[in-house]
């Protein structure tokens, strides 16, 4: 690792902890009126809590506001989300509020505000070579392909755009991704993939 490389992980991590920290206290209100939403609405847990791959695809303990219910079908089976996503849910994901709670996993060094989304563990194995890159960095709360499309690009194209984040990331390109990020919330966009509650699941590269 190069002396600039050491400089520039070293500014991100002082700026994600500092601002994951005024971040948490400036939304604390907001988070605990959302929780006790939550709670009214969908009962308990609160909070959503999953494994997810970090850096270098270590698993981590994702933690964000719960979205859908727990509904199941005659059989026991779980409904497909667009049939357990509520109404207030469905607020949360829309207005990125649901991933208030990921500035915890930030202030504990498991993500960075920016970086490629944490994805699910059962995707390692699916990546390509390339693609596998995206784990050279902290996953982010926001990230380029997010700011590029959110949930409505492919798979393959979310890929490319996390892996070109990789390949030139800096402080000021975080800068510019976070100012997007705003942007994109507050016009609702991307949040789901066509036909989807939220994005359809990734099976592997279509040349595999």
């Known amino acids: 690792m190069t002396t600039d490389n050491k400089g520039w ?31 009214r609405t969908m009962g308990c ?14 698993p981590f303990e994702m933690v964000k506001f719960r979205t859908m219910k727990d509904a199941v079908d005659e059989h026991g089976n779980i409904l497909p989300d667009s049939e357990r996503m509520t109404s207030f849910g469905q607020f949360l994901r829309s207005t990125s509020l649901d991933e208030l709670p990921e500035l915890w996993n930030v202030l504990k060094g498991d993500m960075s505000l920016v970086g490629p989304r944490p994805l699910l563990m059962e995707y390692l194995p699916l990546y390509s070579k390339e693609q596998y890159r995206r784990h050279e960095v902290r996953p982010g709360i926001t990230g380029w392909a997010q700011v590029n499309g959110r949930n409505a690009i492919s798979w393959e194209y979310r890929f490319e755009l996390d892996v070109w984040y990789v390949n030139n990331q800096s402080f000021l390109l975080d800068i510019k991704i ?17 036909g989807e509650a939220t994005m359809s699941k990734f099976t592997g590269n279509s040349d595999q």
């Open 45 to 58: 847990p609160v909070f959503f809590r999953q494994t997810r791959p970090g850096l270098h695809g270590e």
């Open 9 to 39: 992980l070293f500014l991100k991590k002082v700026f994600d902890v500092v601002t994951a920290t005024f971040a948490l206290l400036f939304f604390a209100p907001v988070i605990g009126l959302l929780a006790l939403q939550i709670r």
């Open 178 to 194: 976070l100012y997007l990020t705003v942007k994109k919330v507050l016009a609702r966009e991307g949040i789901s993939g066509e």
